[in-house]
């Protein structure tokens, strides 16, 4: 079982509101997994390099020019609340 | 055999002879939807009057003596995780309920440009993030082989869609085996190209690193037609790949005379159903009929793949899920208190379960303290497994294994239990970890239900598998077979 | 102060002048309607991709050479999390463990004018993030609109050591960081636009001590002289807690520019944990030494050096050559006037005695001066051919400031041409002798003073128009 603070700490900064149930549930299923990947800790990778990816490309760039932009109607259609051209949310703090 | 039963390249032969038109094809796949999708539920969305509007101007196209291209009028279904220009693109996920994108995927307008008819977009697991699509928010679909078992996932609906006749072709994505294991399941062919062969822009990631697009048909030419239309260098995608992809119709030769098969004996250990085993073995005895040299070979790492894949995949789709917080589009609470308050509940209530623990577990290994012991270890191993590949294709041209180690379960067998559930795509989450080129063509039956052959091939040796995989099809009536639709309905 | 030494380390953000976006093709463009210069990939829509600008690699670059830094032979970019709503992915791509360019310094002079090198840790390439719009403030607000055009602007960021020991060198640091940028021509740098954001770590600790005390962290500083006084006033503030013996917190606290003071910043987030992890979306960026090369040739000169070339060229004093050089555009249009009037003293003189004091009192910069270089030039030529005198002539300097006019143009508007006619001058010769008889009388008794008022009355009659030296001659062959 993964401890109720650890549980607390991940779900506030995955910005998830858990039940109570989902934390017990999620406590004990995380740990199974990770009791489960505990394995890889048994190989030794010392002087293995990370494969971050997969592909050996490099210097992928674009050129410096203005393309088009969305029309604002585009842009705000799919706003759940909005106000003017911007896009409206609750008071931050 | 029925026209929505057809492959797209006999439609294609039937369309520039004139014997059929492009409306007709259309309308027998809308007919057939019609018929099965109560069944199949198949579809999160149809989009009928588009596609028989598209299909008569591919006629008109005929008509005016226009040489087609060759999925022209061809009816594909597009899994819902794809971005449709003003068709709503939900990735079966209810915090993306409503979401139309304004823009299409490079896949989608690449499909259009081929003049291929879009049927509507499909059922998946949640952000595609399972193996049974029923992870769906939205409904189940069921295995068209028996309507009681599911068609896999997490590309379920692409899958079912083209085994039941609702569509001729499907796209689907593959991050673990989400194309491949469905394809299995289903009967039919469904390939996961080297990653960077297909362009990702407009495919709503799950995990960056892992993910590709690919093809779902009936028979391996259809499969060779889809690949071709949708691979190629993408301005859009920096992981795509620059160079020139040959014409993958060129690798349609029934000849693999002197071909060196390596068959991993890992991925034949204990969790393998037998009677798959016993599928499997009779596909090689057919492999080997044809004059290739199969021969059993090690991937030492295979056991830890499955933790491999079990946290890099969570790590990324934590880091690109987090951009689904109610502020730009798609689902948000009501009433919320501040934006904290609203970001966690939105997210609380618009997110699955499944996708939920994913996401949870993902932070977990990515959060100071817990970095270097899960992720930096985890993409070190994936460095190993990658090398298993390398060492084992210095020797053969491909490597073969059962696709999954079952055939397709019933509808509730594995939910409650992620882990089980995560073991049913043991023998396929190791290609995306290497980047290789997959394919899943039909290799036989277990009672009724279908087996899937898996090869696996050295990055960019699409035509190498497709050609082994075209003479394996040619030499056997497996692809021939169609799901009779049946079975108690859930 | 005395028992006390601060320690400072700033962590400048500057917005790069490229034409497009650092990851799409939506323009940079300031102003304009809200969410009016976005696309699909700087919106963060599902499914987008990011491709990187080849121009935002090439400046930061340019600005790590001009830097002194290390260029990376291999760097690569990094998500950074954190969940805010200008920010459309809630992640940040940003540069973690291998930033482009690292282990730098620049050069500045402390209070005494002696010389003090601070260190420069690293640099690095960022995504900017979107604008918040609140009524009143953010504590205050119901609610607050977001506006994602600056979403995506290429950002720098270059970190310093901390090497400052006074809100003086902070502030000297800044203002050289500031020039040398400009000088590379990457970015406008001005604070008062957020094209150049400064947040400052402070610490204290006794003098001697070779550990670092607790530092804060001080935000919302929008002027070079808001940073000196918030440094200042934050270093008072911590030395008080010392003192009094009250426990320094590490934090975030914002300048308060209205009441003078930093404020602790207490918000609901919790402990940052950004988990940073290798962007999957883009690939490595491999730095060539031909590459560098490239870059180092097209590299302009920089401050620094065109300071000693200033000294040594055109023999300026160190003064001089500093201030001419503290801003590429003045350093420009002084070499401009030189080019057109080689007496680089005299235009040195003009260019800080009056142009930087108009500039000054109009609250107005170089560029925006209305009087051209080739226009001192040709006021300098007349002051010369006798034409203007030269106290006449910083009346016609300020009118050409203020209007643009040629010197020429001025002078005849304005009839401030000098008489150097002798029939004219000696006429009105005639006229003072006539009343002021006790001066003349003076004068001839040998008190040579009386000569100075009788050449002050010429000009008082003259309206400061008669060539003084001519004056001068002609009353002493008169009174002779
Ligand atoms: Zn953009």
């Known amino acids: 079982m993964l401890s109720r603070e650890v549980v607390d700490h991940v779900a506030l900064l995955a910005r998830l ?70 896009f409206k949310v609750p008071r931050i703090i | 055999m029925e026209i929505c039963e057809l492959t797209a390249h006999k439609l294609h032969n039937l369309l520039t002879s004139k014997e059929i038109r492009a409306e007709e094809v259309c309308l027998a796949v809308f007919k057939r939807i019609n018929q099965v999708e109560d069944k199949v539920k198949a579809y999160l969305s149809l989009v009928r009057e588009e596609a028989l509007e598209k299909a008569r101007a591919v006629d008109r196209k005929i008509d005016r003596g226009e040489a087609i291209s060759p999925l022209a009028g061809i009816p594909v279904a597009l899994k819902d995780n794809l971005c449709t220009k003003g068709l709503k693109t939900t990735c079966a996920s209810k915090i993306l309920y409503n979401f139309v994108p304004p823009y299409n995927a490079t896949v989608v307008d690449k499909l259009r440009q081929e003049d291929a008819v879009i049927t509507g977009k499909t059922n998946m697991d949640e952000f595609a993030m399972g193996s049974s699509t029923e992870n769906s928010a939205f409904q189940k679909t069921c295995n068209p082989w028996s309507l009681d078992c599911v068609p896999g996932g997490s590309s379920g609906g692409s899958a079912a869609a083209v085994a039941a006749g609702e569509a001729i072709c499907a796209l689907g994505s593959d991050t673990g085996g989400s194309i491949r294991q469905p394809a299995a399941f289903c009967g039919v062919v469904g390939m996961k190209p080297t990653y960077g062969t297909v362009s990702r822009y407009g495919l709503v990631a799950f995990a960056s690193s892992l993910d590709q697009i690919g093809p779902f048909a009936r028979d391996v030419t259809d499969c060779a037609l889809m690949l071709n239309a949708i691979s190629g260098h993408d301005s859009m995608d920096s992981t795509s790949v620059p160079t020139e992809l040959p014409d993958y119709r060129n690798a349609l030769v029934e000849d693999i005379d002197g071909f060196r098969i390596g068959v991993p004996a890992e991925y034949f250990a204990a969790g393998l159903d037998d ?216 | 102060m005395t028992r006390y030494e601060p320690v400072i380390g700033l962590e400048v953000h500057v917005e790069l002048q490229t034409a497009s976006k650092i990851f799409c093709h939506s323009s940079t463009a300031f102003g304009g309607d809200p969410n009016n210069h976005v696309c699909p990939v700087c919106l963060g829509l599902p499914g987008t991709l990011p491709v990187l600008n080849r121009n935002v690699v090439e400046a930061a670059i340019m600005v790590g050479l001009s830097l002194n830094c290390s260029v990376a032979r291999f760097c690569k970019f990094d998500r950074k999390h954190y969940f805010y709503p200008d920010l459309p992915k809630n992640y940040q791509i940003s540069q973690y463990d291998l930033p482009i360019a690292y282990d730098g310094y620049l050069d500045v002079e402390d209070e005494d004018g002696q010389p003090v090198r601070i260190g420069i840790t690293r640099v690095h390439m960022e995504e900017d993030a979107g604008k918040l719009l609140h009524q009143g403030t953010i504590a205050t607000t119901p609610y607050s609109l977001v506006d994602y055009n600056r979403t995506g602007v290429p950002l720098l960021e270059i970190v310093s050591e901390p090497d400052m020991r006074s809100p003086q060198e902070a502030r000297a640091y800044l203002d050289k960081l500031k020039t040398i940028i400009q000088y590379t021509g990457v970015s406008d740098c001005r604070m008062e636009e957020g094209s150049l954001r400064c947040d400052a770590n402070v610490s204290v600790r006794v003098r001697g001590s070779d550990t670092f005390g607790t530092k804060t962290e001080i935000k919302n500083m929008n002027s070079f002289r808001a940073l000196q006084k918030a440094v200042q006033y934050e270093i008072e503030r911590q030395i008080e807690c010392l003192e009094t013996g009250e426990r320094i917190v590490q934090e975030t606290r914002t300048w308060d520019e209205t009441r003078g003071v930093t404020l602790s910043m207490r918000s609901k987030e919790e402990a940052h944990d950004y988990r940073y992890f290798p962007e999957p979306d883009l690939v490595p960026i491999v730095i060539s030494p031909l590459w560098i090369e490239e870059i180092t040739q097209q590299l302009p000169e920089l401050p620094d050096a065109r300071c000693c070339r200033y000294m040594d060229a055109y023999k300026l004093p160190a003064y001089d050559a500093g201030v001419l050089t503290s801003s590429k555009e003045l350093g420009n249009y002084f070499e401009e006037c030189v080019s057109l009037y080689p007496q680089p003293k005299t235009v040195s003189n003009w260019l800080m005695g009056e142009l930087l004091r108009l500039l000054n009192d109009t609250n107005s910069e170089i560029g925006e001066a209305r009087v051209r270089p080739a226009q001192l030039a040709g006021m300098l030529a007349l002051i010369d051919k006798g034409t203007i005198s030269g106290k006449l002539a910083k009346e016609v300097f300020e009118e050409m400031f203020r209007t643009g006019k040629d010197a020429q143009a001025v002078v005849k508007e304005k009839g401030l041409e000098q008489i150097s006619d002798e029939a004219s001058i000696n006429a009105v010769i005639e006229q003072v002798i006539a009343d002021h008889p006790g001066p003349v009388s003076d004068y001839r008794a040998g008190k040579e003073r009386a000569l100075g008022f009788m050449v002050g009355q010429v000009m008082k009659l003259t309206r400061g128009k008669a060539n003084p030296g001519l004056v001068n001659r002609l009353l002493k062959d008169r009174l002779g």
């Open chain 2, 275 to 490: 009677r798959v085993r016993r599928v499997i073995e009779e596909a090689i005895t057919v492999l080997e009929q044809r004059g290739a040299r199969v021969e059993e070979t090690t991937l030492p790492h295979t056991e830890y793949a499955l933790s491999t894949y079990y946290i890099i995949a969570p790590a990324e789709a934590s880091s690109n899920l987090a951009r689904y917080d109610g502020v730009r589009y798609g689902y948000r609470v009501e009433e919320a208190e501040d934006v904290v308050d609203m970001f966690s509940r939105t997210r609380s209530r618009g997110f699955g379960a499944e996708v939920k623990r994913r996401v949870m577990l993902g932070t977990y290994a990515l959060s100071a303290g817990y970095y270097d012991a899960y992720y930096l270890k985890a993409l070190k191993v994936r460095t190993l497994i990658r090398r298993d590949f390398e060492r084992a294709f210095e020797k053969f041209d491909f490597l073969i294994s059962p696709t999954t180690p079952s055939t397709a379960f019933r509808f509730g067998e594995k939910v409650d239990d992620p882990l089980t559930m995560y073991l049913s795509d043991v023998f396929t989450l190791a290609v995306n970890l290497a980047g290789l080129p997959g394919v899943s063509i039909p290799a036989g039956f277990v009672d009724g239900m279908p087996v899937g052959l898996q090869l696996i091939g050295k990055p960019f040796s699409e035509s190498t598998l497709l050609r082994a995989a075209y003479t394996f099809e040619q030499s056997t009536a497996h692809h021939l077979k169609r799901p009779p639709l049946t079975g108690e309905v859930k």
């Open chain 1, 17 to 86: 509101e858990l039940s109570e149930e989902e934390k017990e549930r999620y406590a004990s299923q995380l740990a199974d997994i990770l009791e489960y990947a505990e394995r890889l800790q048994e190989l030794d990778t010392e002087d293995v390099i990370p494969t971050a990816h997969v592909l050996p490309l490099q210097n992928v760039f674009r050129h410096d020019t203005v393309g088009q932009h969305l029309p604002s109607e585009e842009t705000l259609a799919n706003a759940p609340d909005r106000e003017d051209n911007c």
